[in-house]
């Protein structure tokens, strides 16, 4: 049988981006400890904002990332990095500009990548995930529809890194930003659930009302491709930190 997810209601945002970011700072300490690198996998979004700036605190208080990789989830096809939604943009605006990360191990699927080598792309950065070890803990957001980086409705679980078209509800989500849903890219590049569920520790993040019925589907409802995050049910080692909002429908 596969166990579901644990979950924390945490008093605020907040207070759950500190946890979790806590979390990881051990988890860091401990690998340097042992001199070994800490590969995590790490979302965009507006949920982990605050878990990023509370890591960047944790640096300016000591916290170093020279020994850090990490891997993001997932980039829009068709927009170059200087694009002020990139992907690629986001991380190095939020996280990595600020730390002492050494840019090397850094990896984001390039959303540029020319239509034939798409597949060579993706099968290049699974194959990054698995030299550098596996990833040690992904940090995960939902989108409203049950996505998780960019599986949408309907992924298979064993796929790994690969192309996709998005949802609509995705892109109507994402349209505000883009200024209008015609201009946001209708394809990305994701991670997929088979690369997902290869993490050991896998920390999802969800805040605010409007995730209240996802968050609850996902750890309630059986595994069902129609919400790519029940699939995190037969992980052994997720949790869900949400904040009262979210977590508003779980008894
Ligand atoms: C995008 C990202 C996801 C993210 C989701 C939710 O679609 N690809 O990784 O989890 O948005 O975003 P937000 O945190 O802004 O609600």
Not at 54 to 68: A, K, Q, T, Y
Not at 164 to 169: G, I, K, P
Request: net charge negative; charged share 20%.
């Amino acid at each position: 049988m596969p166990e579901v997810p644990s979950y924390r209601i945490f008093a605020s945002s907040q207070s759950a981006s500190k946890a979790l970011a806590e979390d990881i700072s051990q988890l860091i300490r401990s690998r340097d400890s042992e001199e070994r690198t800490t590969v995590l996998g790490l979302a965009t979004g507006n949920t982990p904002v605050q878990l990023y700036k509370e890591l960047i605190r944790m640096h300016r208080d000591g916290l170093s990332f020279r020994n850090v990789v990490t891997f993001n989830l997932d980039e829009y096809i068709g927009i170059d990095r200087e694009h002020p939604e990139s992907y690629w943009q986001f991380m190095h605006s939020h996280l990595f500009n600020h730390i002492d990360i050494n840019p090397e191990n850094i990896h984001i699927p390039e959303g540029m990548v020319a239509a034939d080598n798409i597949e060579s792309h993706c099968s290049a950065y699974e194959n990054q995930i698995e030299e550098a070890g596996g990833i040690d803990l992904q940090v995960l957001g939902i989108g409203r529809n049950g996505h998780i980086g960019f599986n949408e409705p309907g992924v298979s679980p064993d796929v790994a890194t690969h192309a996709t078209e998005l949802n609509q509800v995705t892109i109507n989500d994402a349209a505000e930003a883009f200024g209008g849903a015609a201009d946001v890219p209708q394809r990305a590049i994701t991670m997929g659930v088979k690369t997902i569920l290869g993490a050991q520790r896998i920390a999802l993040l969800a805040f605010g009302s409007s995730k209240a019925d996802i968050v609850e589907r996902a750890l309630t409802s059986g595994i069902t491709s129609e919400v790519p995050a029940t699939y995190l049910q037969s992980h052994n080692d997720t949790t869900f930190f949400l904040d009262q909002d979210a977590g508003k429908r779980l008894s």
